[in-house]
């Protein structure tokens, strides 16, 4: 099968994976550093480590970050 459009055909790869992510409660973690700089100008984002267990101890109400949301 010829690739005619390997940029699409990559978008549409990206845009999956990050489907099957939220499906599994994991939100994508360039869309979150994305965030931040928008919002909080000067905050360093999460590590990509400590944002998954971030989200994590959110989903399962761990600790302090139990219903955690910044804006």
């Known amino acids: 099968m010829p ?3 390997p940029q699409g055909l990559k978008n ?9 992510a939220l499906m599994c409660g994991q ?3 360039e869309a979150y550093v994305a965030h931040v ?11 990509r480590t400590e944002f998954f267990r971030n989200r994590e101890d959110r989903r ?6 139990a219903g955690f949301r910044c804006c």
């Open 37 to 47: 700089a928008r919002t909080h100008p000067g905050q360093p984002p999460m590590t």
């Open 3 to 5: 690739v005619c459009c």
């Open 60 to 65: 399962f109400g761990v600790g302090n970050n």
């Open 27 to 29: 939100p994508d973690y």
């Open 12 to 20: 549409f790869g990206r845009t999956l994976s990050q489907t099957a």
